[in-house]
């Protein structure tokens, strides 16, 4: 069974333009989460998708923004990039919303996006 | 929010030690997890462990749930073991359904020769 995939693997890009970041899921999993590590500020929830519907934000400014395909596979876009928007990001996914029992999140291997 | 605490810091052992690590939770969570990254990033699953133990060869966790609290057990350590443990749980909502991770600042293992 595949895990979760996500592209690219490494990601330059320079202040103010924007960056897109992909992730698959496992095969059956409804839900993706994002996850932002920064140096120093340890892992911070971004976004949860479940069922093509953004369903909780964490503590970041509107120009994060994503979206979930028909196929549960997700984007995470960040415009107007910063330098301090430097990070590892991680995709996650898990069982969606509607099951009955909580579920664990299984990591990708991140994307790490450098702002120069 | 919802505040995590791990502890140690900061752990050096020799081959072959053992250690436990520990994480703390101000408030209820659900999906409480274990998990190792390594030096490349990578951020492994060791455990799902709302409450009770389990073990896995050389690992074993034990959570109390009625305590917020739960620790990680690593016996006869490797030099493969280095890295940082990271805790993380839910906060407790939706009916019990997955939601986002909040992490702990993690404990980071350095495991000599």
């Known amino acids: ?116 | 929010g919802i505040q995590v605490e791990q502890s140690p810091p900061d752990l050096i052992l020799q081959e072959g030690a053992n250690s436990t690590l520990r994480c703390n939770f101000s408030d209820s969570v659900n999906n409480l997890q274990w998990f190792h990254q390594n030096p490349w990033g990578q951020l492994i699953n060791l455990f799902y462990i709302p409450s009770g133990t389990k073990q896995n060869g050389r690992l074993s966790a034990t959570t109390v749930a009625t305590e917020r609290y739960s620790l990680l057990y690593i016996s006869s350590s490797q030099t493969t073991d280095s890295g940082v443990y990271f805790c993380a749980g839910g906060p407790v909502n939706y009916g019990g359904a997955t939601n986002k991770l909040i992490f702990g600042t993690g404990t980071l293992l350095a495991v000599q020769p």
Do not use: M
Request: glycine share 10%; hydrophobic share 30%.
């Open chain 1, 1 to 116: 069974e595949a895990g979760v995939t996500q592209s690219p693997t490494h990601l330059i890009k320079t202040r103010g333009q924007q960056a897109t970041l992909r992730c698959s899921p496992i095969s059956g999993h409804t839900s993706v989460y994002w996850y932002q590590q920064a140096l120093g500020l340890g892992l911070q929830f971004l976004l949860w998708y479940d069922e093509g519907e953004e369903r909780n934000r964490g503590n970041f400014p509107p120009r994060f923004s994503g979206r979930q395909f028909p196929n549960y596979s997700s984007e995470l876009n960040v415009n107007a990039l910063e330098l301090e928007d430097s990070a590892l990001y991680l995709c996650a996914s898990s069982s969606g919303l509607y099951r009955l029992s909580n579920q664990p999140q299984h990591f990708g291997d991140g994307t790490r996006l450098s702002i120069l």
